[in-house]
């Protein structure tokens, strides 16, 4: 589980097919590799990966052919900068929000003013179920606020400090990302989507997930 607060970033310098997969190799500061012991989690973009290898300021981490079909994690070019964050440790602050690294879809940016502003972005019409006006969403795995929700695409604020710390500077129209809704908005979604979703919201109410 993560934060969405980018302190890290990277690079990415090589990534070669692994049977139906493949593997990152990236280039990170020593104070992440600390923590990207082999088997620890680490966010690369928002994706949820597994360290495989490490050693000579790098760690190296394989992909799922699942992986690379619904992240843009298979057609980065070697040299591109990352967001990188470490697994979230129990008894750290939580100050972005709930982050698993699992990647709802791939969007586009639409818009972008010249710096801070509003910045929209294309997303299926299928993923918009899951977002909410000033509810939460993660961009390449940065912890952002959603101002506005519409038909396909949804809008959030960037200050300096995030544009200064994570890769979101680099975007331009057109450009793809990987979006990871509200895990929340997945459940509430979940549940409309079966049927019966006053009932089964009011359950939840009662029972927790368990029933769910």
Excluded at 192 to 207: K, Q
Aim: hydrophobic fraction near 45%; include cysteine.
């Amino acid at each position: 589980m993560f934060t969405g607060l980018i302190r890290h970033k990277g690079t990415l310098t090589s990534r070669y097919s692994r049977g139906n997969g493949a593997r990152l190799r990236v280039k990170a500061a020593p104070e992440l590799l600390v923590r990207a012991k082999i088997g620890a989690s680490v966010a690369v973009m928002g994706v949820c990966l597994t360290a495989v290898e490490s050693g000579d300021g790098c760690f190296e981490a394989d992909l799922s052919e699942e992986t690379l079909s619904r992240t843009t994690l298979g057609a980065l070019p070697s040299g591109a900068d990352l967001n990188l964050e470490p697994a979230l440790l129990a008894g750290e602050p939580l100050d972005g929000h709930l982050v698993f690294g699992h990647v709802d879809a791939v969007g586009r940016l639409l818009e972008r003013p010249n710096g801070e502003g509003i910045w929209r972005f294309e997303t299926p019409r299928e993923l918009t179920a899951m977002l909410a006006n000033k509810g939460c969403v993660a961009l390449d795995g940065v912890s952002l606020t959603v101002v506005d929700v519409a038909a396909q695409s949804f809008s959030v604020a960037l200050i300096p400090e995030t544009l200064a710390s994570a890769t979101l500077r680099n975007l331009r129209p057109g450009d793809a990302v990987n979006i990871e809704a509200d895990p929340i908005g997945r459940y509430v979604a979940r549940c409309m989507a079966l049927g019966r979703a006053e009932e089964r919201l009011n359950d939840f109410v009662r029972n927790g997930w368990k029933n769910l």
